[in-house]
């Protein structure tokens, strides 16, 4: 069964740093691409950052580029985004989800989400 | 970037009734290589994640219910409920993966 465990929300500061992880497990982690999305209270899905199978290839949307680093170690089966410089408008539930083998992919499995909240 | 507008943003159906929701994407998705359009659909229940529906617009993930189902090409989209179930109350979204990663807006489901 696939799985994917968030873990590494919070509370911080506006300027700040978070590092967000995501478990995987029931599939080859090495074969796939992975996302983060994040949905902020009461609002719709934003895709933020993905990253192929093996961590060659990233991209990010504009509002994260230069802030947030996303990574994964193959060892572990975990997908993990840095994020430095939190601004507010970062607050979200952020969930990472499971693309294809290639890019350009749908998502087919998330995880449940961690919380970041930005905030003095 | 490719802006992806769903219509309406609410809509309140009868049970047993016929549901549909529109995305429209501000260019084509359809790759012509592979003759395939980089549309999916996604339900999101209150506290949920998103759970996908439909891929490639019209292909259903395993074990969605067959009342659910995608259509159109190019530029334009189509999610229908055939007969809608309590349990379909939801926010949907489609998402365009052709060029980067965009969701619509959503579009909130309920029961009139």
């Known amino acids: 069964e696939v799985q994917l465990v968030e873990s590494g929300g919070g509370l911080v500061q506006p300027g700040g740093s978070l590092r967000l992880s995501c478990a995987a497990s029931g599939f080859t982690f090495s074969s796939h691409w992975m996302h983060w999305v994040r949905q902020a209270p009461g609002k719709g899905l934003v895709w933020v950052s993905c990253i192929n199978s093996d961590g060659s290839s990233t991209s990010y949307a504009d509002s994260v580029k230069g802030r947030f680093t996303i990574s994964t170690d193959n060892a572990k089966n975990t997908l993990y985004l840095q994020m430095n410089s939190l601004r507010t408008e970062d607050t979200a539930v952020y969930y990472c989800?499971?693309?294809?083998?290639?890019?350009?992919?749908?998502?087919?499995?998330w995880g449940q989400g961690t919380l970041v909240t930005v905030s003095s | 970037d490719i802006v992806m507008t769903q219509s309406p943003d609410s809509l309140a159906v009868s049970l047993g009734e016929r549901a549909t929701i529109n995305c429209k994407s501000s260019?084509?998705?359809?790759?012509?290589?592979?003759?395939?359009?980089?549309l999916a659909w996604y339900q999101q229940k209150p506290g949920q994640p998103p759970k996908l529906l439909i891929y490639w617009a019209s292909t259903r993930e395993s074990g969605v219910p067959d009342r659910f189902s995608g259509s159109g090409s190019g530029t334009d989209f189509t999610l229908t409920i055939s007969s809608l179930q309590a349990e379909d109350v939801a926010v949907y979204y489609c998402q365009q993966y052709y060029s980067s990663y965009t969701f619509g807006q959503g579009t909130k489901l309920e029961i009139k």
């Open positions: 989800a499971r693309g294809g083998i290639y890019s350009g992919s749908h998502s087919d499995y």
């Open positions: 260019q084509s998705v359809l790759y012509s290589s592979d003759n395939k359009n980089y």
